[in-house]
């Protein structure tokens, strides 16, 4: 367990370098839109996004070379070669990539639109029991080690990468793929290498009980018996980003869940949210979603 501390470690010397950038196009918070296709499927190298966020559809996350930590469920856990996550839509979470292992960093992603796959798995009742378990929102993100299987997991992965590439991501071979992941996947998820020590995962659970209300950072450092600036540069050196930044991104995410699932007009969205002003809310979340709040929701109406 050394090396795990290690890790931990040298990101306390990178990620203060790394706060959230939400200017350019490709950095708005919901960062995958499958429009009318059920699934999308990829394989890469190199970069990582080092900001929290959230996707309204699955996110399977194979970490196939590079090693890191990631941020989900309030919790940081080690990245690296033959881990799996499975993020439930509007899963915050984040990847951080380790220094000196951004070049190397490769791995496999899938997002899909788990309503229409799970259709698709109607003759196929433990499997759709199973993604709909893993897709529903009140779940925490899945992790697994399949390290051994990685030779199988690969070939598997090439196959539907020229599969799905020539045929767009057709939701009959997308549910073929998700069946096959489903059958290797071990019966319980690791949480042997939480790392439980860090100050940001307080935080972010505290934030988790109140962040519908007023924050006050004398309150949470008064919660947590530590000094304000004390909780506020820790947290700012073990995620990359302030306290109010991932204050402000779980906010806007609790908005685009009422604005898609519930009646309610903008400005009980914006008060509902923790927003004290409905101006702020409205100008925060277009410069974070790229839409209004009204245009996010004609997009789903």
């Known amino acids: 367990m050394k090396w795990l501390f290690n890790l931990w470690e040298s990101f306390q010397n990178i990620l203060k370098y790394c706060p959230m950038n939400s200017s350019t196009p490709n950095d708005f918070l919901e960062l995958v839109s499958l429009n009318e296709r059920a699934a999308s499927f990829s394989r890469l190298r190199a970069n990582s996004v080092r900001y929290h966020h959230w996707h309204q559809c699955l996110e399977i996350l194979y970490i196939e070379a590079g090693y890191g930590i990631i941020a989900v469920n309030n919790q940081q856990y080690t990245m690296r070669p033959g881990r799996l996550f499975i993020f439930p839509p509007f899963k915050l979470h984040k990847v951080m990539v380790a220094d000196g292992q951004n070049d190397r960093y490769q791995r496999t992603i899938i997002h899909v639109d788990n309503v229409v796959i799970i259709h698709y798995l109607r003759d196929f009742p433990r499997y759709q029991a199973q993604l709909a378990q893993l897709s529903h929102r009140q779940s925490a993100a899945a992790v697994y ?137 409205i100008s925060s979340f277009k410069k974070r979603i790229g839409k209004t709040p009204l245009q996010y929701r004609k997009g789903y109406a």
């Open 145 to 281: 080690d399949i390290a051994e299987l990685h030779p199988v997991i690969d070939a598997i992965f090439n196959k539907y990468n020229d599969i799905l590439n020539f045929d767009s991501c057709n939701p009959e071979n997308i549910s073929c793929l998700l069946m096959q992941l489903l059958t290797f996947l071990p019966a319980h998820n690791v949480n042997s290498e939480v790392l439980q020590s860090s100050l940001s995962a307080k935080v972010m659970q505290w934030i988790e009980d109140n962040y519908r209300g007023k924050f006050n950072l004398d309150t949470l450092a008064l919660h947590l018996g530590l000094s304000r600036s004390y909780v506020s540069r820790r947290f700012h050196k073990e995620t990359g980003e302030p306290i109010n930044e991932y204050l402000l991104t779980r906010r806007i995410r609790l908005a685009c869940e009422l604005l898609r699932d519930s009646r309610l007009n903008v400005q009980d969205i914006s008060a509902e949210s923790g927003f004290s002003d409905t101006a702020y809310f």
